[in-house]
């Protein structure tokens, strides 16, 4: 598996998310306010769509999550477990910033 850069780190706005085509999987990124940066994949495992990136960034617990745009369902941004439906979770990646570029470790 190799590194494939996304995006420059500052392109990244703090609580927001991007959707970022690494290799053949859409993969949603985040930019947290304390500069943490996460990775998921960007399909929504309760409708299908690909829209994850446009999730509402927060927290439940502790935990760094982000809610589905479509029905709200919450998810961890570091496991990627669904905190509203057990058993049910979303792909996540290693993501890291170097020399202020962000990458993704390619599947």
């Not at 996304?6 to 985040?30: I, K, N, S, T």
């Not at 829209?51 to 509402?56: N, S, T």
Request: net charge neutral.
């Amino acid at each position: 598996m190799t590194w494939a850069t996304v995006c420059r780190y500052d392109d990244l706005l703090p609580e927001r998310g991007v959707a970022a085509l690494v290799g053949d999987v859409q993969v949603a990124l985040f930019r947290c306010h304390d500069g943490q940066l996460f990775a998921l994949g960007n399909r929504d495992p309760f409708t299908g769509t690909c829209v994850l990136a446009r999730g509402i960034v927060g927290s439940r617990a502790g935990r760094r999550t982000v809610a589905s745009p479509l029905h709200k369902q919450v998810f961890d941004l570091r496991t990627g477990e669904c905190l509203d439906a057990e058993g049910v979770t979303v792909p996540v990646y290693e993501v890291r910033s170097r020399e202020g570029m962000v990458e993704v470790k390619a599947t």
